[in-house]
């Protein structure tokens, strides 16, 4: 699992089916709306949320304590530390491109 480094710590990011499913009930879209994600197309707070839920679904794989509180403590903490906001979007891009690599499906509207 890739982690991104923080004034907290290393932070694990993970963007399996539970991380999806998270943000697919946190922004109220469908499952096909989900599964042809196109983040170069997100709102801000889309974009926002799909970031939030790696770092939740990553916290909870590896086991280890979510260092935010909810939603807007993870936005107020990108307020003072942008780079997160890069690191997170990065390890989502690399895991896209690895499964596009291996063959499997990767839709975009």
Known sequence: ???VKTTLGELPVNYG???????S???GMSMTD???LDSGRLGLMDYLALLYVGLQ???RKAGEEFKFKGFEDFCDYA???TDIISDVASIFAGQQKEKEEK???????
């Open 1 to 3: 699992m890739e982690r």
């Open 17 to 23: 089916m539970n991380a999806m499913a998270m943000f």
């Open 25 to 27: 009930e946190m922004r």
């Open 34 to 36: 989900t599964v042809n």
């Open 57 to 59: 679904d990553g916290a």
């Open 79 to 81: 307020d003072e530390n």
């Open 103 to 109: 063959g499997e499906p990767v839709k975009k509207k």
